[in-house]
């Protein structure tokens, strides 16, 4: 390896130990997203900068196929990049639907939308700067109506024991199976769990069941003259799939959960042993319906935002370790859809590029938890939910040489080939989130204009630079 191709962080911070170390990186992955004139070779002062396991958000729509005016997997892809992800779970609302069904009329001679979404990277001649999974639909065509089929879609999935050798490549294999969008219904419900049971797969809920409502019920909504959606339709499902899970021993993961009937639930049901996982994002962390005031469309999303006081206990859930990881729910629309009228625009908003300043900004620096826990909620607990390994720092610092009084970790192909994955960020760096600067094609934020500290400033997927704006 040539020096000049080789890029030494000297002195930076481990994210867990606080150790200083220095970190050597051999390589550029092909296609990286270089912003500006961001070093990716040389030595750099890093006395600022922090190596954490790369971040995980385990909800994302990137849109593709079928929407790709909204997002394609590539501008999706640069957009986690940019915001310090290295893998992200994207979730079966596709169109057509990630169900395993075959794909009418496909391009490229693909089988269905799992399979295009296997081969994207081939199909294009692209390699992406992230890393992805996928959920699949629990429904047929995430309708509701019949449960989707188990033998289209299984051999998809890592390490079940009945796949040929002959099965597709794993590189993105489902690791999930949720309707995202809605709750299951009732009467499919046990054959879905019975399918994620014998695929050891995660049960991802959405965790609502309504079709009415723009914004969460109560003055707000009265004020904007909407249909308001109660917390009891939240609760409703949380402790409704709690008790599947008592009876089955499936895991079942709540998506994006809001309010503080929900989380007492969840929280007593951990206490119970049953196997609960839940996520929320950072907007109910950092918004509340009040906003929908301030931001309009751009704060309009399902489940909706909830009252101060639910804002107040996802807080409180945080702190008290009920919630394990934090979701953006990235959810891009075009700037038309958004501006039209409010109770008929889409739900959703983006959130790949700032998610960490906003948490950084409402958890760390308001004393709700530390830098510590906010990476394990946003690195290390959800690649656990997608039954992958977070990248062991101190571990590989244990097999690496020492020079003088400090240790240093070199990084290369060769040595650490595939398993790898980090983010260096700034947790010093004063910033303003410019939505026309997104890597994203959606502009669709309310955080447009925040003031942060805190940024992910380079990700290293497979021992390689990926992203960098050093």
């Known amino acids: 390896m040539n020096e000049a191709d080789t890029l030494t962080l000297r002195n930076i911070s481990v994210w867990d130990t606080g150790e200083r170390i220095d970190l050597i990186v051999d390589g550029v992955r092909q296609d990286a997203l270089i912003e500006g004139n961001a070093r990716i070779s040389g030595d750099i002062d ?32 640069d957009s986690a990049a940019s915001g310090g992800y290295t893998q992200v779970l994207i979730m079966p609302n596709t169109i057509p639907a990630l169900d395993g069904e075959p794909w009418e009329d496909a391009p490229f001679d693909v089988e269905n939308v799992v399979d295009y979404l296997q081969r ?5 001649g692209v390699k992406l700067p992230v890393r992805y999974d996928l959920s699949v639909c629990a429904s047929l065509g995430r309708e509701g109506l019949k449960p989707s089929n188990i033998e289209l879609w299984k051999k998809y999935v890592a390490g079940i024991e009945d796949a040929e050798k002959t099965s597709p490549m794993k590189k993105h294999p489902i690791t999930a199976i949720s309707d995202d969008g809605a709750a299951v219904p009732e009467p499919i419900l046990r054959d879905v769990l019975a399918m994620a049971k014998k695929t050891g797969l995660p049960f991802v809920e959405h965790c609502e069941h309504h079709t009415t409502g723009a914004v969460n019920d109560g003055p707000v909504a009265k ?37 503080a009937a ?22 109910y962390l ?5 906003d929908v005031l301030k931001y309009g469309s751009m704060a309009k999303m399902n489940p909706p935002l909830r009252s101060k006081a639910d804002r107040q206990a996802t807080l409180a859930a945080i702190a ?11 959810a891009p629309h075009t700037a038309e859809e958004k501006s039209g009228d409010f109770a008929k625009t889409p739900n959703g908003i983006i959130g790949l590029e700032c998610a960490y300043g906003v948490c950084r900004k ?21 690649m656990q939910l997608m039954s992958r390994r977070p990248t062991d720092i101190a571990a590989l610092l244990n097999v690496s040489s020492k020079c003088a009084n400090k240790r240093t970790l070199r990084l290369n192909v060769t040595e650490h080939p595939e398993n790898v994955d980090l983010v260096l960020i700034n947790m010093r760096e004063k910033w303003v989130v410019d939505a026309n600067s997104f890597h994203s094609k959606a502009r669709n934020t309310p955080f447009d204009g925040w003031q942060l500290t805190g940024r992910p400033v380079a990700t290293i997927i497979g021992s390689e630079i990926a992203f960098s704006r050093l």
């Not at 950092?286 to 009040?290: K, T, V």
Request: aromatic share 6%.
């Open 120 to 124: 994207y990277g081939c199909i294009y």
């Open 286 to 290: 950092a918004l509340c319906d009040e």
């Open 362 to 382: 409402v958890l760390v620096d308001a004393g709700y938890t530390d830098d510590k826990h906010l990476i394990e909620l946003m690195a290390v607990n959800p």
């Open 262 to 283: 929900a989380f007492e639930a969840i929280r007593k049901a951990k206490k119970a042993g049953l196997p609960i996982t839940c996520e929320t994002a950072p907007h």
């Open 320 to 330: 008290d370790g009920t919630i394990d990881m934090i979701a953006t729910d990235h």
């Open 223 to 259: 004020m904007l003259g909407v249909g308001g959606i109660p917390a009891s339709t939240e609760l409703a499902i949380v402790q409704r799939d709690i008790d599947a899970a008592k009876e089955t021993g499936v895991h079942v993961h709540f998506q994006h959960v809001s309010t």
């Open 46 to 77: 890093a006395s600022d900068l922090v190596v954490a396991p790369g971040f995980a958000d385990p909800h994302v729509h990137f849109r593709d196929p079928g929407q790709t005016e909204k997002e394609t997997m590539m501008t999706g892809a």
